[in-house]
């Protein structure tokens, strides 16, 4: 099953170039009041909603996918688990590049562990990038996106994917500069999910699946998750070990070799295997700015 979210808060099943609106069934989500809960609701929920969305399928209005505007498809991340380095040629990349590491040592990812994103960053693909920092170098990074959809505390690696509910398209947007990379990283709109979910049961596990991003007509990233350092179920128990993650948490997986740097007025199309492809227009950040 592959779940959008779109134009206002919407939510769809995607079938070829048609998305189903189930919207209504969002209505047997159960209530919440303070203190909110740390969760997606829908995916933590989404267990107990399938069998109502493959119900209300038969007769849902049909939109065409072409038409909307896609959102990312969680809503409210409670945290963005992020792998830095994960694939052995971007890290040689990044030694090899001071325009990547700025003078600073990079070191391998089983040493300098994960980072976080701000969960404020997450947009969809529809809603594109918008660079705040035009003087500064704003560079691409492609990843698979893994989201949890069980709590998950101290889990071994060989029951890791059992916490999944599904994966997307992750681009990891990145401020080239001195400061740690949870700032840098973080900027609105720099952590771009989608174009949809597609649940695990609905997918192979993803060991294999190659991936790739483009600028305009040019190639610029091109790997398969065979190459990961440390593979999706290593990073979810390895996260795991030190916080537990909440249904609706995002693991972004890391990226290959063949960052580089994105303007105003570029488009970006990101594909996964067994996910699609991602289609995201940069643009320049309205209102005041500033240097830094």
């Given at each position: 099953m592959r779940i959008c979210r779109f134009d206002d808060e919407r939510l769809g099943i995607v079938e070829g170039d048609e998305v189903r609106d189930v919207t209504e069934v969002i209505e047997h989500l159960p209530a919440v009041r303070y203190p909110l809960p740390r969760t997606d609701p829908l995916i933590a929920h989404l267990p107990r909603l399938r069998p109502l969305i493959e119900a209300r399928?038969?007769?849902a209005p049909r939109r065409r996918l072409a038409e909307l505007r896609l959102l990312s498809p969680v809503a409210n991340p409670g945290k963005v688990v992020a792998a830095p380095v994960n694939y052995l040629k971007h890290l040689e990349e990044a030694r090899a590049d001071a325009g990547l590491h700025h003078n600073a040592k990079v070191e391998e990812i089983r040493k300098i562990g994960l980072f976080?994103?701000?969960?404020?960053?997450?947009?969809?693909?529809?809603?594109?990038?918008?660079?705040r920092?035009?003087?500064?170098?704003?560079?691409?990074?492609?990843?698979?996106a893994a989201i949890i959809g069980t709590k998950a505390d101290r889990v071994?690696?060989?029951?890791?994917?059992?916490?999944?509910?599904?994966?997307?398209?992750?681009?990891?947007?990145t401020v080239r500069g001195p400061e740690e990379r949870s700032l840098r990283k973080s900027v609105d709109s720099f952590t771009v999910l989608g174009p949809w979910m597609?649940?695990?049961?609905?997918?192979?596990?993803?060991?294999?699946?190659?991936?790739?991003?483009?600028?305009?007509?040019?190639?610029?990233?091109?790997?398969?998750?065979?190459?990961?350092?440390?593979?999706?179920?290593e990073l979810i128990a390895f996260a795991s070990a030190?916080?537990?993650?909440?249904?609706?948490?995002?693991?972004?997986?890391?990226?290959?070799?063949?960052?580089?740097?994105?303007?105003?007025?570029?488009?970006?199309?990101?594909?996964?295997?067994?996910?699609?492809?991602?289609?995201v227009a940069i643009r320049e950040a309205s209102g005041p700015g500033a240097s830094f």
């Open positions: 399928m038969a007769h976080l994103k701000a969960s404020s960053s997450v947009v969809g693909a529809s809603e594109g990038v918008a660079i920092l035009p003087e500064r170098r704003n560079d691409h990074e492609v990843e698979l071994p690696v060989e029951r890791a994917l059992d916490h999944v509910a599904g994966y997307c398209i992750g681009l990891d947007m597609v649940t695990a049961d609905a997918c192979p596990p993803p060991v294999d699946w190659d991936l790739s991003l483009t600028v305009g007509s040019e190639a610029r990233q091109s790997a398969n998750t065979r190459d990961l350092v440390l593979s999706v179920a030190f916080y537990t993650l909440h249904p609706g948490d995002v693991i972004l997986t890391g990226t290959p070799d063949g960052v580089g740097p994105v303007k105003p007025g570029d488009t970006i199309a990101a594909t996964v295997q067994h996910v699609g492809t991602m289609t």
